[in-house]
């Protein structure tokens, strides 16, 4: 895999913690045609790019020259350039033909008192949560936080957003699940068992939010059907219990009321979407569902505010769910391991986690953008 281009991926928030735009690092080893390469992967993509909000497109570090430039850009898309590369030649001649064809630009690694090349015009600054930034031209977006706690500090000193995963940090969690997200257990270990559809029927009237919420989330793009869902028996007809089983789960994913809570929301289903995607071909169909419901599931001791072992205490989920979520083992838990892994710009270690599961970067860089535009169709904000 020397020759393997991999997309790691974190959110974009802004002050308020609702995510505003996605971070794509396009992690490659360096050569004379790194960006050329790079290129043409991003166009391989295409058809898979998540357009619904704007893309911020790094390198992982390598300088960008002209070889980006066979890059068919797509307009929500704003390409990183990294401080250490201005005194490049050939970045700096790049900036200026990205500038000239009107492709946005985002300077990566701003401190102050920074020399900017003449005429650039970065309509956002990404710098490290400790750095000073005084003076910066474009919008300041911290990186590198290590809690939601550095975030406050960062949004008093004037920074207008974040990026990472700093979101996922610090939480401590509850003793038990409150009442609503108790009764959602209640709901999904019914469905799971089988019950009559005028029992579970039942117990969604208790909760007429989540009736509507489920519809929304069968009905939208992502889900794919030609025809739309308009009751749960309907739902039932259409879809059946197993695949039923996997859209309540979204339920339980989407409950948390913390400020926070779209973004962890959307981080669980893209890691859902995602394992699913990788796993085409290479487990059972029928065990693609309880690979999304692995990963929609990583985050819910974050996202409910428990243990993860309470979390899981009261659900009848498969062994091969349960071990991958609270011990690491099975056979799931290799694309648990991925799906992490690709959230984080280390080159070595997702590409190891590729390797593991023989898996080519092409269809890991595929399932990643896939995951990305289904969770986003769900308008979970």
């Known amino acids: 895999m020397s020759q393997s281009i991999l997309i790691s991926r974190e959110p974009v928030l802004n002050r308020g913690r609702a995510i505003t735009a996605t971070r794509l690092t396009i992690q490659a080893e360096a050569g004379a045609v ?9 166009n391989r993509l295409a058809e898979a790019w998540p357009a619904s909000r704007t893309v911020f497109v790094g390198l992982g570090g390598l300088a960008p020259d002209a070889g980006l430039l066979d890059w068919q850009v797509p307009q929500n898309a704003m390409i990183e350039i990294p401080a250490a590369a201005l005194d490049n030649p050939a970045t700096l001649d790049l ?5 000239q064809a009107g492709v946005p630009v985002c300077l990566d690694g701003f401190s102050a008192g920074m020399a900017l090349p003449a005429g650039s015009d970065f309509r956002f600054m990404l710098a490290d949560a400790t750095t000073n930034t005084a003076g910066a031209p474009g919008l300041l977006l911290a990186k590198n936080l290590v809690d939601n706690a550095q975030f406050d500090a960062c949004m008093q000193k004037g920074f207008g957003g974040a990026t990472g ?52 989330y069968i009905n939208s793009a992502g889900f794919g059907l030609t025809v739309e869902i308009q009751s ?6 259409m879809l059946g219990y197993d695949k039923l089983n996997k859209w309540l789960s979204l339920l339980l994913v989407t409950s948390s009321k913390d400020a926070a809570a779209p973004a962890l929301m959307q981080a669980a289903i893209a890691r859902g979407r995602f394992m699913e995607l990788a796993a085409q071909g290479y487990v059972d169909k029928n065990e693609l569902d309880n690979l999304f419901i692995t990963g929609a599931f990583s985050l819910l001791d974050i ?4 243990l993860m072992e309470t979390a899981l205490a009261d659900m ?7 071990d991958a ?13 991925l799906a992490q892994a690709g959230e984080q710009a280390d080159y070595a270690r997702f590409s190891a986690k590729a390797a593991e599961l023989q898996l080519s970067t092409e269809t890991v860089n595929q399932a990643q953008l896939e995951a990305l535009v289904f969770a986003d169709s769900l308008q979970l904000s």
């Open 34 to 42: 790194a960006c050329a390469r790079i290129a043409a992967e991003l």
């Open 95 to 99: 900036l200026q033909q990205l500038q």
């Open 165 to 216: 995963w700093f979101f996922l940090k610090g939480v401590t969690p509850a003793k038990k699940l409150n009442p609503g997200q108790a009764q959602t257990i209640r709901l999904l270990n019914l469905v799971r068992a089988n019950a009559d559809v005028k029992e579970i029927e039942a117990a969604l009237k208790q909760d007429v939010a989540l009736s509507v919420k489920l519809l929304r």
């Open 232 to 237: 749960f028996r309907h739902a039932v007809t």
């Open 303 to 306: 996202l409910l505010g428990v």
């Open 316 to 322: 009848h989920l498969p062994d091969t769910i349960n």
């Open 325 to 337: 979520l609270i011990s690491g083992s099975g056979p799931y838990a290799p694309f648990l391991a």
